[in-house]
Structures are given as structure tokens and as C-alpha cells.
């Protein structure tokens, strides 16, 4: 959980607009799971908000804010 805070910190440092609340790392591992279980985003926002309920420190994210992340992810080669 250390990594994740420290990557939005990271992310957020000198940041004029409003802070982000999901890291990549956290989009990549969403991604990774609609991909392998092929679910919509929105079953995906309901996994969020239940994974959220396990670890407090992830966010739930909304289906829309998912789809326009993860669609600007750039895999890893």
C-alpha cells in the first residue's frame, strides 16, 4: 500500500489541476482483470467498490473514469 500512496504522490507532486486518486499501476491491474474475466466496465465499478471494502485504501472508480484510463495506458513492452 506504501508503493501505491507513494506513486500518487509522485503522480500529484507540482499538479495544477485537481489531484488524481487512481495510479496506473491500480488501472493496469483493473485492466488486467476485465481483460481475463471479460466483464463490462460497470460489473468492473461494482468489483471496485466490493475490493474497496477489503483494502480501504483503493478507491472505487467510477466505470467512465476506468474506460478513459485505461484506454490511455501504454503496455509494457
Same mark, same amino acid.
Given at each position: 500500500?506504501? &508503493?501505491?500512496?507513494?506513486e500518487?504522490?509522485?503522480?500529484?507532486r507540482g499538479? /495544477?489541476?485537481?489531484?488524481n486518486?487512481?495510479? =496506473?499501476?491500480?488501472i493496469?491491474?483493473?485492466?488486467? /482483470?476485465?481483460?481475463?474475466y471479460r @466483464?463490462?466496465y460497470?460489473?468492473?465499478?461494482?468489483?471496485? @467498490?466490493a *475490493?474497496h471494502?477489503? /483494502?480501504? =485504501?483503493?478507491? =472505487? /472508480? &467510477?466505470y467512465? &473514469? *476506468?474506460?478513459?484510463?485505461?484506454? &490511455? *495506458?501504454?503496455p509494457d =513492452?
Amino acid at each position: 500500500m506504501e &508503493d501505491y500512496r507513494e506513486e500518487l504522490e509522485a503522480m500529484n507532486r507540482g499538479k /495544477v489541476r485537481p489531484p488524481n486518486r487512481l495510479a =496506473p499501476s491500480y488501472i493496469q491491474l483493473l485492466t488486467a /482483470v476485465r481483460y481475463l474475466y471479460r @466483464i463490462p466496465y460497470r460489473q468492473l465499478e461494482g468489483f471496485t @467498490i466490493a *475490493l474497496h471494502r477489503l /483494502v480501504l =485504501p483503493l478507491p =472505487p /472508480v &467510477d466505470y467512465s &473514469d *476506468l474506460r478513459k484510463r485505461s484506454l &490511455d *495506458l501504454n503496455p509494457d =513492452p
